[in-house]
């Protein structure tokens, strides 16, 4: 919570004013009644009209002043929301975005959402309103307290025991229900889960007739968001009576002790009226008090959430290898990862790829073949072993520097909703000369026949593509910086044979610098490769050029038969 | 070999539509009635409410009475009528714990109540959802949707119904104060015939003015969920880049946008208060002024303009209440307006009234003429026909773009053809329910669908009675069943974001065991294996062809061996067909096809 509140701490000077004014505004508007009073005691008997007019003018500037400094006060205290709530996000999206993929797979995705929408726009709600409805209640009471110590100490002493009562008892239920409300907005991510799914796998819903049981699991989710978020609001409820209650039981007590007090002597009923009078005023300020308690209870419940991603921690460099750096622009020496830490994903991985060179990777289902790409993007740390990048090791490096050295292309890539040239581009330098070449290369001349081409729009995910032309444009991405490394993980598996094989040559003639890592189902993607390593379960089963496997590695040389007997037959 | 323009199967259409929420705006009677409809079911408890709201405000003003009375038989030194004090604090205590007892219920009732709405509302717009044509997905973010049923419906009832039941119990208090201070003189209440239709005017005027700020807010918000949601499934991308400070620019613009939108409606609506409190500071300087020149002239006692002010202060009261509550309505109705816009969104038109069901399928489909485009103006089929026997393979092959999941768009009804028509079994698939029409297809996309739960429950997706055998049947034959039981948790794995690590290929094959597990008369396969090695994909083969046995089949493969074996191959292109035969037909008329094929050696 420390962490999300720090983002007032730019804005204090501001903060600072806002508070000053708002506490003129109260004392101002507290002056009315006492005018009021003024007129009817002291000016009303003499009958003196240019007086009344005087105060009744007076009266009117108040109201006037109370109003422009009010309305000064709530919007500073906007003003101040908004902007606690820019920084915010933005240094909580400047924290997704680096976060650790194994940090994103904790917090998992539906929860990042929550957190950077609903639970930023509670904790905005919670520093407006406490700008503007925190600053009276304390005035209330604490200038209530004053006058009444006073005027009779001996009875604001009765009211002051119950202040610890009060301030016990609020603490105690937003102990209790600050944990529910945080349990409330974590099952709302539960709704966002579900609407999320159901909006991606509509096709697959739809044609299994699922659409009734969908909405029995959403209506599952709703319930218990609505029932967590029950569960936080009744708790967060006794507050306010509970504190009625108290404060009134005191109320009695003054009245019997300054009943005691009157028969002996001590005071007058006369004074009691006028305390009970500021009881009410005190009253006020409390009630205001329990109120600023039940939003912060909400806001704090969400500033936590937040809290925790901001601390999420940062990555820590492991200490530096001890080994000599290596020759060769990737290399992977004795690599071991393991996602679940149990059964390993890549065993005791080594190669080296000098500049230019051309890395295929062919296996079966799930032996490794793209955890090994994760890993030398520095998604995950090698468990054991080193990575090299042009004779540094990889875990030294700055992450830009690594970053800025690769293309790549995913399995499904993301795309996202904005012109094609900006998905080309993707927030990077890119020369007109570059993109073009990209483009041929990738085969993407489809942009061609599009009306507006490359200022066209992509929908969401770039759905309103085909799958082909998805891959030809992310792969024509992956070009157009022109890296030094080019990763393509099984990125043409849409593409047919033709545009396929054209893509091929074209890189071969155009990138021929570019070191590439290439992971394939199809021997015809990789067979050109300087070096092929065949994995499964994360080992090596065989390496060497597409000749040498063909003549050491049985399982490639069934691959190679299996389809070139598809293409045979 | 000519490289062959490819056809425009780009649907732009929707895009142009996208951050467009300015359609006619909704008027705020129709809003509010439709906001009605939700508070109805829950007519009892509101008025239940709404009573003990009053009931509550009536021993508020019993207390001071009681304590008065305890006050009266205070008379001054050694003169305490004690029984009589210990008695009325001892009533008053009672009095403001029933008071607390009943403040306690209302607020339980109304957190009762107005999560009950909620659940209703969400559930109704989640409803709407699922039940939308296919068409609607293609255009609009899941984080747009997201927002609509989390940040607006709870804005609508941030406030909605406390404002209710505060208005109806404030209103007593207001009807109640008017008549007492027209008793004590009505001449003073001329003060309210000026202040009173000032406030009005003033908080309607505002209020007009605030909603289109409020409108704004909803849905600059709505934007921003919409980016952040679409970006947080891009991550790995942006980071393999590097470009996390080029998005995170991106994400500002959009934070920006829903901040400064926040802040205009926010900015705009923070003065309510302070103006309506300020109308009320004027009436209390105008009947204190005009008050004392009555008493002046005589006209008048000071008790009279004591326990006036008193009333009027009673009566400004929830005057400034109901100023605050109107503010609150405003961005309610903004809310609402894009909470009722997605569920008045049109929904799959109905199933044809004379639609039969079909109980035996045997699988034999045409298609006559279809013809479609996305978007007007641009059509992507010209014209295809094609005759499919019960439990023949008919592959579909053609160049990416050429129109090949249109087709399959079409055969499932995801969206409907604008002319020419499909038939199965010689009924026309319009005249058909859809969900039996659905049902009698099995698809395997090549896009994975999975969802958040185990992996037995991933499996048996379609058929969600399916035994335990059955299940480990398909995922033997699927050759995922070993993957399957070296996971610690085994089928009970749960299938997160990302915990587990699935591949691809691992992801493919399941969705596979869900489709073998289905036992219906048709398949889809588009693209079904494509992320699966040759090896696994030719292990799973016997499976596949176990599957489609006496089936009719879609297929739609870039590999050319999945589809050799085809009783009948469409080669489409621009999205019209222009050969079909065997493949062996097909090669000899050395056509498009012939060319497809030979490309495969080229690459070899």
């Given at each position: 919570m420390k962490r999300v509140l720090a983002f007032l701490r730019p804005q204090a000077g501001w903060t600072a004013l806002q508070v000053g004014i708002k506490f003129g505004s109260t004392l101002l508007e507290l002056f009315l009644p006492w005018i009021l009073e003024h007129i009817i005691d002291d000016i009303a008997p003499t009958g003196d009209r240019r007086q009344l007019l005087l105060w009744g003018a007076l009266m009117l500037l108040c109201a006037l002043a109370v109003f422009f400094s009010a309305a000064a006060a709530n919007r500073m205290a906007t003003k101040i929301a908004a902007t606690f709530t820019r920084a915010l996000r933005h240094s909580l999206f400047c924290k997704v975005t680096v976060l650790s993929s194994e940090q994103v797979d904790?917090?998992?995705?539906?929860?990042?959402?929550?957190?950077?929408?609903?639970?930023?726009?509670?904790?905005?709600?919670?520093?407006?309103?406490?700008?503007?409805?925190?600053?009276?209640?304390?005035?209330?009471?604490?200038?209530?307290?004053?006058?009444?110590?006073?005027?009779?100490?001996?009875?604001?002493?009765?009211?002051?025991?119950?202040?610890?009562?009060?301030?016990?008892?609020?603490?105690?239920?937003?102990?209790?229900?600050?944990?529910?409300?945080?349990?409330?907005?974590?099952?709302?991510?539960?709704?966002?889960?579900?609407?999320?799914?159901?909006?991606?796998?509509?096709?697959?819903?739809?044609?299994?007739?699922?659409?009734?049981?969908?909405?029995?699991?959403?209506?599952?989710?709703?319930?218990?968001?609505?029932?967590?978020?029950?569960?936080?609001?009744?708790?967060?409820?006794?507050?306010?009576?509970?504190?009625?209650?108290?404060?009134?039981?005191?109320?009695?007590?003054?009245?019997?002790?300054?009943?005691?007090?009157?028969?002996?002597?001590?005071?007058?009923?006369?004074?009691?009226?006028?305390?009970?009078?500021?009881?009410?005023?005190?009253?006020?300020?409390?009630?205001?008090?329990?109120?600023?308690?039940?939003?912060?209870?909400?806001?704090?419940?969400?500033?936590?959430?937040?809290?925790?991603?901001?601390?999420?921690?940062?990555?820590?460099?492991?200490?530096?290898?001890?080994?000599?750096?290596?020759?060769?622009?990737?290399?992977?020496?004795?690599?071991?990862?393991?996602?679940?830490?149990?059964?390993?994903?890549?065993?005791?991985?080594?190669?080296?790829?000098?500049?230019?060179?051309?890395?295929?990777?062919?296996?079966?289902?799930?032996?490794?073949?793209?955890?090994?790409?994760?890993?030398?993007?520095?998604?995950?740390?090698?468990?054991?072993?080193?990575?090299?990048?042009?004779?540094?090791?990889?875990?030294?490096?700055?992450?830009?520097?690594?970053?800025?050295?690769?293309?790549?292309?995913?399995?499904?890539?993301?795309?996202?909703?904005?012109?094609?040239?900006?998905?080309?581009?993707?927030?990077?330098?890119?020369?007109?000369?570059?993109?073009?070449?990209?483009?041929?290369?990738?085969?993407?001349?489809?942009?061609?026949?599009?009306?507006?081409?490359?200022?066209?729009?992509?929908?969401?995910?770039?759905?309103?593509?085909?799958?082909?032309?998805?891959?030809?444009?992310?792969?024509?991405?992956?070009?157009?910086?022109?890296?030094?490394?080019?990763?393509?993980?099984?990125?043409?598996?849409?593409?047919?044979?033709?545009?396929?094989?054209?893509?091929?040559?074209?890189?071969?003639?155009?990138?021929?610098?570019?070191?590439?890592?290439?992971?394939?189902?199809?021997i015809s993607a990789i067979r050109h490769a300087d070096l092929i390593l065949v994995l499964e379960a994360g080992q090596v089963l065989g390496r060497g050029t597409h000749e040498e496997l063909l003549a050491s590695c049985p399982l490639y040389r069934t691959l190679y038969e299996m389809q070139m007997g598809e293409v045979a037959a | 070999m000519s490289v062959k323009g490819e056809q425009k199967a780009i649907s732009f259409r929707h895009v142009a539509n996208r951050g467009a929420f300015e359609r006619p705006v909704q008027p705020a009677g129709q809003v509010l009635r439709r906001l009605w409809t939700y508070m109805r079911p829950h007519l009892w408890g509101l008025l239940l409410a709404a009573a003990l709201s009053i009931l509550g405000n009536v021993i508020g003003l019993v207390g001071p009475r009681l304590s008065g009375r305890a006050i009266d038989a205070i008379l001054g030194e050694g003169g305490v009528d004690f029984p009589n004090v210990f008695r009325y604090a001892l009533w008053m205590v009672g009095c403001y714990a029933l008071s607390g007892a009943m403040t306690y219920a209302l607020s339980r009732l109304m957190i009762r109540i107005s999560r009950s709405i909620v659940f209703d509302m969400r559930r109704d717009a989640f409803n709407r959802l699922v039940s939308l044509p296919v068409s609607y997905f293609d255009r609009h973010q899941p984080g747009d949707v997201i927002s609509r049923i989390s940040y607006d419906i709870d804005t609508i009832n941030t406030s909605l119904t406390h404002d209710l039941v505060q208005m109806a119990a404030s209103l007593v208090t207001v009807v109640g104060s008017l008549l007492m201070m027209l008793s004590i003189t009505p001449l003073l209440v001329l003060v309210f015939a000026v202040t009173i239709p000032l406030s009005m005017a003033v908080t309607r005027y505002r209020a007009k003015r605030v909603r289109p700020l409020f409108r704004e807010r909803s849905a600059k918000l709505g934007a921003m969920n919409g980016f952040i949601e679409e970006i947080t499934a891009g991550l790995k991308t942006i980071r393999a880049y590097g470009r996390e400070e080029a998005f995170t620019r991106r994400f500002d613009g959009k934070n920006d946008e829903a901040v400064d939108a926040f802040y205009r409606a926010d900015r705009f609506a923070c003065i309510n208060g302070p103006i309506v409190n300020c109308i009320n500071n004027l009436s209390l300087a105008l009947i204190s002024f005009f008050g004392i020149l009555l008493y002046m002239g005589g006209r008048v006692t000071l008790g009279n303009i004591s326990s006036f002010v008193l009333y009027s202060r009673k009566f400004s009261g929830p005057i400034n209440e109901f100023a605050n509550i109107i503010s609150d309505l405003q961005s309610a109705l903004a809310a609402a307006e894009r909470v009722f816009r997605l569920i008045d969104e049109e929904p799959e038109p109905a199933d044809d009234p004379e639609a039969r069901a079909m109980d035996d399928v045997r699988g034999h489909v045409e298609a006559q003429a279809l013809r479609f485009s996305y978007e007007p103006g641009r059509e992507i089929l010209h014209g295809v026909d094609f005759v499919a026997p019960p439990g023949k393979v008919v592959a579909i092959v053609g160049e990416t773009g050429c129109g090949k999941t249109t087709l399959i768009n079409l055969l499932m009804r995801f969206y409907d053809a604008d002319s020419g028509r499909i038939t199965l079994d010689e009924h026309p698939i319009r005249s058909l329910p859809r969900a039996d029409l659905r049902r009698a297809y099995t698809m395997v996309l090549q896009d994975t669908w999975l969802f958040y739960g185990t992996i037995r429950e991933n499996i048996a997706y379609g058929k969600p009675d399916a035994t335990e055998e059955k299940i480990v049947a398909a995922a033997k034959a699927a050759m995922i069943h070993g993957y399957i039981e070296s996971l610690p948790q085994g089928y009970d794995t749960l299938l997160s974001d990302n915990a587990v690590n699935l591949s691809k290929g691992q992801k493919q094959l399941l969705t596979i065991a869900r489709a073998i597990l289905i036992d219906s008369p048709m398949l889809i396969l588009d693209e079904a294996t494509s992320n699966v090695d040759t090896q696994t994909e030719r292990q799973i083969q016997s499976a596949m062809l176990r599957l489609m046995e006496g089936r009719t089949c879609f297929v739609i493969a870039h590999r050319l061996s999945t589809i050799q074996g085809a009783d009948q191959i469409l080669v489409m292109d621009k999205g019209a067909i222009v050969e079909r035969g065997t493949h062996r037909e097909l090669l000899s008329r050395r056509g498009t096809y012939y060319e497809l094929y030979a490309a495969q050696f080229q690459g070899a």
């Open positions: 904790r917090f998992t995705v539906p929860s990042l959402i929550s957190r950077l929408s609903s639970d930023t726009y509670r904790v905005n709600d919670m520093v407006d309103r406490m700008l503007r409805l925190g600053i009276r209640a304390p005035i209330l009471l604490i200038g209530g307290l004053l006058v009444s110590a006073m005027m009779e100490p001996v009875l604001a002493l009765i009211f002051l025991c119950t202040l610890p009562l009060i301030g016990g008892m609020l603490l105690l239920v937003s102990q209790r229900s600050i944990p529910l409300f945080a349990k409330a907005q974590q099952a709302g991510e539960e709704l966002v889960r579900r609407i999320q799914e159901n909006m991606t796998g509509v096709r697959i819903i739809k044609a299994l007739s699922r659409t009734e049981d969908e909405k029995d699991r959403f209506s599952k989710a709703n319930e218990a968001a609505v029932r967590a978020d029950r569960q936080a609001e009744m708790t967060m409820a006794v507050a306010n009576p509970m504190m009625g209650v108290l404060l009134n039981i005191a109320m009695a007590a003054v009245i019997v002790a300054g009943a005691f007090r009157v028969d002996r002597g001590l005071t007058e009923p006369g004074k009691i009226i006028a305390f009970l009078n500021y009881f009410v005023i005190l009253q006020n300020g409390l009630l205001g008090i329990t109120r600023i308690f039940t939003i912060c209870s909400r806001g704090i419940a969400s500033g936590k959430r937040l809290g925790e991603v901001l601390e999420a921690p940062e990555r820590v460099a492991p200490p530096p290898p001890q080994e000599p750096a290596p020759e060769g622009h990737v290399v992977f020496s004795h690599v071991s990862f393991s996602y679940n830490k149990v059964k390993p994903d890549i065993d005791d991985l080594s190669f080296t790829l000098a500049r230019g060179q051309t890395l295929g990777i062919i296996g079966p289902t799930g032996s490794g073949k793209s955890t090994l790409l994760q890993l030398l993007l520095r998604f995950y740390e090698p468990d054991r072993g080193q990575i090299w990048l042009d004779g540094r090791p990889l875990s030294q490096m700055a992450a830009e520097d690594v970053h800025s050295r690769f293309g790549v292309v995913f399995q499904n890539d993301f795309l996202f909703a904005d012109s094609i040239l900006e998905n080309l581009d993707f927030e990077r330098p890119v020369t007109e000369a570059d993109r073009a070449l990209a483009i041929e290369t990738a085969q993407a001349d489809f942009l061609k026949d599009i009306p507006q081409g490359a200022l066209a729009d992509l929908s969401e995910r770039g759905m309103n593509l085909s799958g082909g032309q998805r891959q030809r444009l992310l792969i024509a991405r992956a070009l157009a910086t022109r890296p030094e490394i080019l990763l393509l993980d099984d990125c043409s598996s849409a593409l047919d044979y033709r545009t396929d094989a054209r893509l091929r040559q074209a890189l071969a003639a155009a990138y021929g610098d570019v070191t590439k890592i290439i992971v394939a189902q199809r | -």
